[in-house]
Nanobody, 125 residues
Framework: VQLQASGGGLVQAGGSLRLSCAAS????????MGWFRQAPGKEREFVAA????????DYRDSVKGRFTISRDNAKNTVCLQMNSLKPEDTAVYYC???????????????????WGQGTQLTVFS
């Protein structure tokens, strides 16, 4: 599956932004989808994951209550709604896909075979 992330930008702290990831090439509903981020000089880290049906979701602790992951299998898209943004959210955000119905072992980048190109989010105070 090919992934194309979009929606990044420059946002003031406390603001909101919505990232989107469009998938093509394979049956999107067969994939667990995830969002990761990588700040300068840091490792790529897990942000959120959503199961093939959208019925299961998970987030890293620092974004719980602020970020919401969703998907639309009819439109082959996964989104990340980000509210109450903080400067520490600044990073390049990547969407990722892993084929299969199992919802687990998704916090490591090695668990995902397909990646989008990344979209930059910068949050200023």
């Amino acid at each position: 599956v090919q992934l194309q992330a979009s929606g990044g930008g420059l946002v003031q702290a406390g603001g909101s932004l919505r990232l989107s990831c469009a998938a093509s090439g394979r049956t999107f509903s067969n994939y667990l989808m995830g969002w990761f981020r990588q700040a300068p000089g840091k490792e790529r880290e897990f942000v959120a994951a959503i199961s093939w049906s959208g019925g299961s979701k998970d987030y890293r602790d620092s974004v719980k209550g602020r970020f919401t992951i969703s998907r639309d299998n009819a439109k082959n898209t996964v989104c990340l709604q980000m509210n109450s943004l903080k400067p520490e959210d600044t990073a390049v955000y990547y969407c990722a896909a892993r084929e299969g119905l199992y919802f687990g072992s998704y916090t490591h980048r090695g668990a995902f075979a397909s990646w989008g190109q990344g979209t930059q989010l910068t949050v200023f105070s």
